[in-house]
């Protein structure tokens, strides 16, 4: 990474872009300076106090801009948005600027504290509370509405001025990364043992296990008068919870029975597709009706890929619209109005065979036509187009740049450029959204059809290696989120797997097999099947209560630090008090002192 020498107002330092921020070409000079001027003011003036820089100082109204703060600038931030490091004595704190020489690896001006990642971090949250405080309009555009409180960024994104901001790739960790990633087959490197404590184990080493989300900054999306957080004292946009409770329950909801109503409509045309394709097949009993049977399934396939995709979208817009103020909020809003809508559209046909029709042979079919084609779909869409249109997209920049490899260290300008082309990475939604459906395919009807799990197995293999790729070479490289765990989505598959164990029992119990075994009394085949069912769930939260999700010695670290901190925490009051106190004797020595020289 290039760094270009520069001086701030309080010392020395060499700037170092991590941000690109590319603006519209039609975007007014008056806006390009009322942006700059606003990301460089300082805090209390309501600016971020960053440095920026065009990518070409000689090139006139250029529209593409370098990002990148001071080391104090960072280190401020960085206590600001509670991010934790190592302590000295080995331990993980949240990060105090007035006591940085305490932590572990701390030196003025040691980019290694922070890593790369974290100062992105940080330049993007200070971007994204950047907001309007008596603006009424974006300079230069008189229909981009401005309000105080209200994201300058988000207006800019949804005006069209502001086309992507994405951080830069350190191509010396990339190509490390790349080696690990996709160019070596190690499946034993995936975390796949106790993954919950391993998780744990990593989330404290990264300092995300402690950071406390109910101090988490508003999401950019959210809007409204800006005001004063009673908790922090800080001024923030503020929103009315019953207003956003009403668009939920009136709008939000509706919609959600609206769709999973077409979901279970178009499932009745699949069975009446099926009911079709059967009777065919019973009257010219041929090769083309056999391979008809499963044309059906196939189609369903395909639409329930669809429905989900477009379903999402809608979903995205409406939780953007209820204006949560968190974006862990957001997110779990998102995902359970997502996760109830593709459980019905993927699974309820599959449960209407098993339990109604009770038809193992079409439960089979559906089943292996649906996953398959699911499968298929996604691998078409993540690996084989991604791929085509990396080596597309690869001939077209080495011809561009002159270039033989694009691994090759470049000028700055160039790997801005050429990070430019590069894809935008959406997020992680899409990838668990993929495995919550994999899952329950392979899970919930595990009994019925066993190979399911063979092929989800070989899919996820292909998977890590494709993914890897994309990360590396077809993707902007992705801001650091901090995260303790996977959230909501945990829940989910644990959601499922509990449904599964009692489908799997039900359908076990519904076997000709068992069913001989009780031909004369159902009730005895009912309570046992119940029985078993209570049993291995049973065994299952036995399982989950007796072995922790945090190893011990994590524990005993989050304790300590815990301990820390409200021990540094009396300390402080204790130091305010003294010198509150120190105060008010100096007061009253001056005092006594005045009225003996009245006196005198």
Not at 291 to 302: E, F, K, M, T, W
Not at 344 to 351: D, K
Not at 529 to 544: P, R, T
Request: aromatic share 12%.
């Amino acid at each position: 990474m290039k760094r270009i020498s520069s001086v701030s107002e309080d010392t020395e330092f060499t700037f170092n872009p991590l941000i690109v921020l590319e603006l519209a070409k039609k975007t007014q000079n008056e806006t390009i300076e009322w942006l700059t001027q606003r990301i460089k003011e300082r805090k209390h003036l309501g600016g971020a106090h960053l440095k920026i820089k065009p990518l070409d100082a000689h090139t006139k109204n250029s529209q593409i801009f370098l990002i990148g703060a001071s080391w104090r600038r960072l280190l401020v931030g960085a206590e600001a948005l509670g991010l934790v490091k190592e302590y000295q004595d080995g331990s993980m704190r949240a990060f105090i600027y007035q006591n940085k020489e305490d932590y572990k690896y701390f030196s003025d001006n040691n980019d290694d504290f922070l890593t790369m990642a974290e100062q992105q971090y940080i330049i993007k949250r200070e971007l994204e509370n950047l907001r309007a405080i008596n603006e009424t309009m974006v300079p230069g555009y008189p229909q981009a509405k401005l309000y105080p409180g209200k994201s300058i960024i988000r207006r800019l994104q949804t005006s069209g001025l502001l086309l992507q901001i994405y951080p830069l790739h350190n191509k010396t960790e990339l190509k490390k990364l790349g080696t690990i990633w996709y160019k070596r087959l190690q499946v034993a490197l995936q975390p796949l043992k106790v993954w919950k404590r391993w998780c744990a184990k990593l989330s404290y080493q990264w300092g995300t296990l402690l950071m406390k989300r109910q101090f988490e900054e508003p999401r950019p999306g959210f809007h409204g008068k800006l005001g004063l957080n009673p908790v922090t004292g800080r001024k923030e946009p503020t929103y009315p919870t019953y207003k956003r409770q009403l668009r939920i329950y009136l709008i939000s909801v509706p919609f959600v029975c609206l769709s999973l109503y077409i979901s279970l409509f178009v499932m009745m045309i699949y069975f009446q597709m099926e009911a079709l394709a059967l009777a065919y097949s019973k009257e010219d009993q041929s090769f083309f009706s056999s391979i008809l049977l499963y044309c059906p399934s196939i189609i369903y396939g395909v639409v329930i890929e669809i429905m989900n995709r477009l379903y999402k979208y809608a979903a995205e817009w409406l939780t953007s619209w209820e204006n949560h103020r968190l974006e862990s909020s957001y997110q779990n809003h998102l995902i359970l109005k997502v996760l109830v809508f593709n459980f019905i559209n993927c699974f309820a046909s599959l449960f209407y065979i098993a339990f109604i029709l009770q038809d193992m042979k079409l439960l089979r079919q559906s089943l292996a036509a649906l996953l398959i084609t699911s499968q298929i779909l996604n691998q078409f869409v993540e690996s084989v187009l991604p791929y085509w249109l990396q080596k597309r997209r690869n001939r077209i920049l080495k011809k561009k740049f002159h270039i033989s490899s694009l691994e090759k260290e470049l000028p700055l300008v160039d790997q801005v450029k050429l990070e430019r082309e590069m894809d935008k990475y959406l997020g992680t939604f899409d990838d668990y959204l993929e495995l919550f459906q994999q899952f329950g395919f392979v899970s919930l009807f595990s009994c019925v059809y066993p190979l399911a799990a063979i092929l989800a197995v070989l899919n996820n293999i292909t998977e890590v290696y494709t993914d890897g790729l994309k990360m590396c070479c077809v993707f902007q490289r992705p801001f650091f989120e901090p995260v303790s765990d996977i959230g909501v989505w945990l829940l989910a598959f644990e959601t499922m797997g509990i449904i599964s164990v009692m489908t799997n029992c039900a359908l076990i119990g519904m076997s000709p097999q068992v069913k001989r075994l009780f031909q004369r009394n159902d009730v005895e085949l009912v309570l046992l099947v119940l029985a078993i069912e209570h049993v291995l769930l049973a065994l299952k939260f036995i399982l989950a209560f007796a072995i922790s999700d945090v190893p011990s010695d994590i524990r005993t670290k989050v304790a300590r630090m815990e301990f820390e901190s409200l021990k540094a925490l009396k300390q402080k009051q204790m130091k305010e008090a003294d010198e509150s106190m120190a105060k008010e004797e100096q007061l009253d020595e001056t005092k006594r002192e005045q009225e003996e020289k009245k006196k005198i």
